[in-house]
Nanobody, 127 residues
Framework: QVQLVESGGGLVQAGGSLRLSCTASGRTFRRYAMGWFRQAPGKEREFVAGINWSGGNTRYVDSVKGRFTISRDNAKNTVYLQMNSLKPEDTAVYYC????????????????????WGQGTQVTVSS
């Protein structure tokens, strides 16, 4: 079993940066793809970014490409989301997720592909 705990959310002005962190419990973290989803008030939850077990494959939703970077440190059981040039439309609760496909290069974008979810961290971008 893997438990995920996010941190790093907060309030930032448009154009600013934040780095989200997600620390996983359990020795199996390094075997799984990890990712971030977000949900804004009144909107459906959407995939933001994902990274395979080794860090060699990443995927992003088009709206964050060039602004957000996902990375992981398997020695620290932590995945990161560096968010630059933030926009008010990035305001949402951000969730860290993990799948159960051992050592796969595949990075899913649908929420049903991820079995482990964190509690979420709020990111608010003011204009």
């Amino acid at each position: 079993q893997v438990q995920l705990v996010e941190s790093g959310g907060g309030l930032v002005q448009a154009g600013g940066s934040l780095r989200l962190s997600c620390t996983a419990s359990g020795r199996t973290f390094r075997r799984y793809a990890m990712g971030w989803f977000r949900q804004a008030p009144g909107k459906e939850r959407e995939f933001v970014a994902g990274i395979n077990w080794s860090g060699g494959n990443t995927r992003y939703v088009d709206s964050v490409k060039g602004r957000f970077t996902i990375s992981r440190d398997n020695a620290k059981n932590t995945v990161y989301l560096q968010m630059n040039s933030l926009k008010p439309e990035d305001t949402a609760v951000y969730y860290c997720v993990g799948d159960q496909n051992d050592y796969s290069d595949y990075v899913g974008t649908r929420d049903e592909e991820y079995h482990f979810w964190g509690q979420g961290t709020q990111v608010t971008v003011s204009s």
